[in-house]
DNA sequence: AATAATTTTTAGTTAAAACTAAATATTTGT
DNA sequence: ACAAATATTTAGTTTTAACTAAAAATTATT
């Protein structure tokens, strides 16, 4: 596999894996930052290596042999983005890029050796998970701190009020995008909830709870 | 840079090191496993871009930009092996080809955050000096370990006697490649030495110190 | 010093992966 | 349903880094 070649095949996943149709030559063109043309030649070549299913006009779809080659490129990304943020101190939006570059190395034995020493993780910084050796991955929603029940958990990923005086709300309480955040107790007359961040216990109303997207697995 | 001329940069760094004489076209395409025409179209192209000096006919030498490249990427493959062996237990010979891969891997702030994580090691696993953040390093020298004097230091290299008596000694002794010895005491009289390995002392006899190849630094 | 052997370069090809422009399918809108 | 708009493919070109074969320069040998 050329490293171009891995790069299409883990934008066909990324582009597939929210839809049941086929992948568009253009959706695949506008994520890979190519023309429509070069896109067509490239599907023509994972076809006939079998790594895709290709019908004239009608798109592409990761055959199973394919779908195997994304999950391991997305495993190896996802282990390194822990890496570099667990073991390097690397911050929430600084992994991605050399992330990218981390997911092309070859060695079996180097990914399985990395998942080991990171204490075998399930998700990444983003709250996204981690494919298994295997290429088993738990699915993860994203719902706001509030709709989670008691005793729940998840990974801060985004906030809904993007208002200066909420983000520096988040600051002041040492709530960051990667943290994780468990629910230990819900105020069900106004919204309340006690969570613990970072090890520490903190009691945040609703209106926070409302504003703060969180990953979680289904 | 692409990858293909860093690998040259490389080449030459590590062709001209034991020579003062400039690198023969011959000498590269043996290193890197390619045909002589394809490394004069090189040359050229590294020499328009300020990395060697070429004169037809008489080989290359790189300039002071090229070997700031080259020791960028000797500390960058040194530092990953030590990664490799330090934190994920790879042994001393299989590091290298996945050396060669991270290598290329390009982000200043990744290669310094994880020289701090390895304790700014000076010497790789193979006992070959670490050029720092500005491409200094230190020489080592390879000598028998009866060479040393008391209170020095090195890394097991090699072995001069290649029996597999001698060889099961070492293993029974617990000495392998790439660890790092220190001779605590000389007795002249008889030529054996105390030394300490991997944190436990043992007595050798002039017979095994005579076989023994370390790195040391000069 | 002249010829032979070796080394290096030049000239011309190839394969991968991109591109542009033109042709062909498909989808959308009336 | 058919024209217009959009999407996709085809055909032909470019660039990078390799290659082979032939030419030219250097080095070695007698």
Redesign the pocket.
Known sequence: M????E??VKAIYHLGKEQSAPV????I?DQ??????????????LAEKGLVN??????VTLTDHGKAIALSIVRKHRLWEVFLVDKLHFSWDEVHEVAEQLEHIKSEKLINHLDKYLGFPEVDPHGDPIPSKKGEMKKTVKKLLIELPAKSIGICVGVKDTSQAFLRFLDKNGIALGDTISVLDREEFDGSMQIAINGIEIHISQQIAANLFLKIPE
């Open positions: 050329t490293l171009s070649e790069d299409y568009s030559t253009n959706a063109a890979m930052s190519t023309k429509p043309s070069s896109v067509t030649d490239m599907m023509i070549k290709h019908k004239k006009y009608q798109g």
